[in-house]
T-cell receptor, first 116, second 113 residues
Framework: DVKVTQSSRYLVKRTGEKVFLECVQD?????MFWYRQDPGLGLRLIYFSYDVKMKEKGDIPEGYSVSREKKERFSLILESASTNQTSMYLC???????????????FGAGTRLSVL | AQSVTQLGSHVSVSEGALVLLRCNYSSSVPPYLFWYVQYPNQGLQLLLK??????LVKGINGFEAEFKKSETSFHLTKPSAHMSDAAEYFC???????????FGTGTRLTIIP
C-alpha cells in the first residue's frame, strides 16, 4: 500500500513564527502536492513538485514556499505564519512516469494547523 | 480551464436509502473525473475514476458513477446507504496526462439511522 505520512496531526503556532510541515511518501512517486482544505472551499493547491528540486506554484502560493531535496520528502514552509493560514493541510503524491496513473493521488492524513 | 461544481454541501439520507451526490464539470479538453472520500480525521481516498473507457464506473464500497457528456455530469450513487458511508465526498477533474486535479467544494453525507 502507498503510504503518505505527514509528520504532525495537530500543530499550534504563533503569528510570525516560521513553520515547517513535512511530508514523506514511500512509493518512489515523482509528483508531490500540498493542498489546504477549508470548509466550503474544498481543496486548493498551494504548490506542486514533479521532481527533486523542481516546484511549481499552485492556485494559492502566496505566503508559502516549498522544499524538495529528496524524492520522498516534500516540505511546506510558512515563512511568517499568520492567522489566515489556520487550516487543514494535506499532502499527496502520485506516480508520474505513466500517463494513466500520474493523476491518481494518494493523500496523507493531514495536519491541522492553528496560528494564534 | 477546468472546474467542478458539487450541488449540495450537505446531503442526508436514511440508512438503506439511495445515495445520490451530484457533480457537474467544465473542461476544455476531454476530462478525466474522480470521486474521493474523506472519513473523519483522515486524508482523501480514491473511490473511483473515469478515464474515457466505460461511462458507468464502479468503485469501492458499492459506489458507482456515470459519465454523461451531454449533461457534463458525473454523479455518484449507491443503491443502499450504510452508516459507514458518512463522510465528505469530493469530485475532481483533470485532463489526460495532467498531474494536477481541480477539486469541488465537497459534499458532506450524513446517514440517518
Amino acid at each position: 500500500d502507498v503510504k503518505v505520512t505527514q509528520s504532525s496531526r495537530y500543530l499550534v503556532k504563533r503569528t510570525g513564527e516560521k513553520v515547517f510541515l513535512e511530508c514523506v511518501q514511500d512509493m518512489d512517486h515523482e509528483n508531490m502536492f500540498w493542498y489546504r482544505q477549508d470548509p466550503g472551499l474544498g481543496l486548493r493547491l498551494i504548490y506542486f513538485s514533479y521532481d527533486v528540486k523542481m516546484k511549481e506554484k499552485g492556485d494559492i502560493p502566496e505566503g508559502y514556499s516549498v522544499s524538495r531535496e529528496k524524492k520522498e520528502r516534500f516540505s511546506l514552509i510558512l515563512e511568517s505564519a499568520s492567522t489566515n493560514q489556520t487550516s487543514m493541510y494535506l499532502c499527496a503524491s502520485s506516480f508520474g512516469r505513466a500517463l494513466d496513473t500520474k493523476n491518481i493521488q494518494y493523500f496523507g492524513a493531514g495536519t491541522r494547523l492553528s496560528v494564534l | 480551464a477546468q472546474s467542478v461544481t458539487q450541488l449540495g454541501s450537505h446531503v442526508s439520507v436514511s440508512e438503506g436509502a439511495l445515495v445520490l451526490l451530484r457533480c457537474n464539470y467544465s473542461s476544455s479538453v476531454p476530462p478525466y473525473l474522480f470521486w474521493y472520500v474523506q472519513y473523519p480525521n483522515q486524508g482523501l481516498q480514491l473511490l473511483l475514476k473515469y478515464t474515457s473507457a466505460a461511462t458507468l464506473v464502479k468503485g469501492i464500497n458499492g459506489f458507482e458513477a456515470e459519465f454523461k457528456k451531454s449533461e457534463t455530469s458525473f454523479h455518484l450513487t449507491k443503491p443502499s446507504a450504510h452508516m459507514s458511508d458518512a463522510a465528505e465526498y469530493f469530485c475532481a477533474v483533470t485532463g489526460f496526462g495532467n498531474e494536477k486535479l481541480t477539486f469541488g467544494t465537497g459534499t458532506r453525507l450524513t446517514i440517518i439511522p
